[in-house]
Each structure stands twice: as C-alpha cells, then as structure tokens.
C-alpha cells in the first residue's frame, strides 16, 4: 500500500529565502505527483503537476521529481507571507481506477 | 466564485444523529470524491463516484454513505456519529476518474460530533 511522508513537519523561513520541502513515496510504479497548497480553513489548491523524473516549473514553484530515489521536492522561491501555509503532496498511479494518497503535510510560516 | 460548492462550511452535531453533507461541482466533471482530513491523520480518500456510480470506497463503516442524485451531487450522509468522525470533509471532482487528472477541492465541511 502505498505510503507517502513529508519532511519537514513544519518549516519557517524568512521572506524571499528559498523553501524546500521534501516528499517520499514507496511505490516506485507511481506515475503521477502533485503539489497542493492549502490556507486555513480553506480547501486544496494544486501548485504544480510533474509526471516524469527532472524539475516542473509553475510560477515560484519547482517540483523535482526522483522515482529512482522515491522523492519528490517542492522548492518555493522568493516566498512570501501570503504563502504560509499547508503544503500537502499528493501521489498516485494512472492504472485505471482513481487513488490519490496524500502525506501529512508541511506547515510553512513565512516571515517578513 | 467557487466552483465546488459544499454545504454547511460547519455543522455541530450530538453522539449518536445523523447528518447529511452537501456537495455540488459546476465544472462539468464526471467523477467526484469525499476525502476526510482529522488532526490525527492526513487527507484520506474515502469514496469515488463516477457518472454517478460507485468506483472505489476505502471507508469500512457503512455508517458512511456517498447519495449522488444528480451528475454534479455527491452529498456524504453519515449515521450514529461519533466523537471519533469529527474532522473536515472534502468533496473534490476530476474530470475523468479513468485518467490521472487533476483534482479540484472544495472548501470543506467542518464536522464537530459532541
């Protein structure tokens, strides 16, 4: 069954400092990763879509996808305080039927 | 303006009733879900409907049932509730449950069982 982990917990960083969050997935067969954001009682927002192994750019965001080392990263640049939040990823396979599993999340606190 | 539209945004309710979430998406999907998200656990998946049938359900109490009256409803009753069933519900929608599209989210219900 599929697992997925979020490093870490929780993070802070300063305004315009770089955020890395980290991924880890345990099906290798897995195809298709996603990156939601998600404010305070708000739902789930995607941020950026990768399919294949190497980086995914939308905006200040950048996934970077190793299914050889089950990872996948999200690198915020530039963040600002508006983007405090919950960043959750999100993992499944296109084999027919629809599972996404999503780890727990990493709180992010930007600081001005 | 929201595109997934879930009713009540919050709802206090007393061990033991019966509750009904509300859910209905205009973005012309086929295919809907309820994912439920606790301070205990992470979003969990709970049921895939699509073109109003049943795909996938990883919910074991049937205390829990998906009614989808119409192509864009998936409302979520829930029956002798449980302190342990407080948490937010989400209803999301895909285009096509076949493929690996993107999910939309709505913004929850908030379900506090006393």
């Known amino acids: 069954q599929q697992k997925v982990q979020q490093s870490p917990e929780s993070l802070t960083v300063s305004e315009g400092a770089m955020a890395s969050l980290n991924c880890t997935f345990s099906?290798?067969?897995?195809?298709?990763f996603r990156w939601y954001r998600q404010h305070s009682g708000k739902g789930l927002e995607v941020l950026v879509s990768?399919?294949?192994?190497g980086e995914k750019e939308e905006g200040s965001f950048t996934a970077h996808l190793n299914r050889a080392s089950l990872h996948v990263f999200l690198h915020i640049r530039e963040p600002q305080p508006s983007d405090s939040a919950l960043y959750l990823c999100?993992?499944?396979?296109?084999?027919?039927?629809?599972?996404?599993?999503f780890g727990s999340g990493t709180r992010l606190l930007v600081s001005p | 303006d929201p595109k997934i539209i879930q009713k009540p945004k919050y709802l206090v309710a007393v061990t033991g009733s019966e509750k009904i979430l509300i859910c209905e998406q205009y973005?012309?999907?086929?295919?809907m879900y309820w994912y439920r998200q606790s301070a205990k656990k992470p979003l969990e998946f709970m049921f895939s409907?699509?073109?109003?049938?049943?795909?996938d359900n990883q919910t074991a109490s049937s205390r829990f049932q998906p009614q989808s009256s119409k192509k864009n409803h998936l409302d979520l009753q829930i029956t002798a509730l449980k302190p342990d069933d407080s948490a937010t519900y989400f209803c999301?929608?895909?285009?096509?449950?076949?493929?690996?599209?993107?999910?939309?989210f709505g913004e929850g219900s908030k379900l506090t069982v006393l």
């Open positions: 099906d290798r067969s897995s195809d298709n």
């Open positions: 999100a993992v499944s396979m296109g084999t027919g039927g629809y599972k996404v599993v």
């Open positions: 990768i399919f294949s192994d």
């Open positions: 409907y699509s073109y109003q049938k049943l795909m």
């Open positions: 973005l012309g999907h086929n295919a």
């Open positions: 999301a929608s895909s285009q096509d449950p076949a493929n690996t599209g993107q999910l939309y």
